[in-house]
T-cell receptor
Framework: DGGITQSPKYLFRKEGQNVTLSCEQN?????MYWYRQDPGQGLRLIYY???????QKGDIAEGYSVSREKKESFPLTVTSAQKNPTAFYLC????????????FGEGSRLTVL | GQQVMQIPQYQHVQEGEDFTTYCNSSTTLSNIQWYKQRPGGHPVFLIQ?????EVKKQKRLTFQFGEAKKNSSLHITATQTTDVGTYFC?????????????FGKGTHLIIQP
């Protein structure tokens, strides 16, 4: 079945550690996105990538890094520079058409202790 | 940058009552999308509106896009317990491109049996 797989689903880390969240899609989508969700804040765009080996900062990119070495994969690293990393992270993808529907993964909940 | 405001933040209704959430953008949108997120889940695409004044229906759900393409609404008739969740609008100001959507903060629909 086609879809987006995020892992891990839950992650606990100590303050000051870098963390990498995995996102893999088999939908053959060109564009991939990372959103952060906090209670009462909706979804905020961290990074996005329209094509392999290229990515752009979103609204809240500080303290995060990404790579797009393969079309299927768009991992997100939450670095120690991110001041408030505890959140629910959602990966999404879509085709580069006017339809624009975003397909979301099930999310990764990161808790920094 | 583009801002999308959504109200109300929370809405409590009795089962069988109607529900409406409103979305307003600071800029003209090329299209607007609506998503539903069940508690503990991830956002799922409901619909996209593209044309000025467009109205679309999905069973008990009615979606409208304003004439100026800066506001939208979602109305649910005779709510059911399965309607529980958070409803997000997401504005695309980029003409259907791949640079991400701006999400509203969502309306949490709480239904009392």
């Amino acid at each position: 079945d086609g879809g987006i797989t995020q892992s891990p689903k839950y992650l606990f880390r100590k303050e000051g550690q870098n963390v990498t969240l995995s996102c893999e899609q088999n939908l053959n989508h060109d564009a991939m996105y990372w959103y952060r969700q906090d209670p009462g804040q909706g979804l905020r765009l961290i990074y996005y990538s329209q094509i392999v080996n290229d990515f752009q900062k979103g609204d809240i990119a500080e303290g995060y890094s990404v790579s797009r070495e393969k079309k299927e994969s768009f991992p997100l690293t939450v670095t120690s520079a991110q001041k408030n990393p505890t959140a629910f992270y959602l990966c999404a993808s879509k085709t580069r058409t006017n339809t624009g529907e975003l397909f979301f993964g099930e999310g990764s909940r990161l808790t920094v202790l | 940058g583009q801002q999308v405001m959504q109200i109300p933040q929370y809405q409590h209704v009795q089962e069988g009552e109607d529900f409406t959430t409103y979305c307003n953008s600071s800029t003209t949108l090329s299209n607007i999308q609506w998503y539903k997120q069940r508690p503990g889940g991830h956002p799922v695409f409901l619909i996209q509106l593209v044309k000025s004044g467009e109205v679309k229906k999905q069973k008990r759900l009615t979606f409208q896009f304003g004439e100026a393409k800066k506001n939208s609404s979602l109305h649910i008739t005779a709510t059911q317990t399965t309607d529980v969740g958070t409803y997000f609008c997401a504005g695309d100001g980029s003409g259907g491109g791949a640079d991400g959507l701006t999400f509203g903060k969502g309306t949490h629909l709480i239904i009392q049996p």
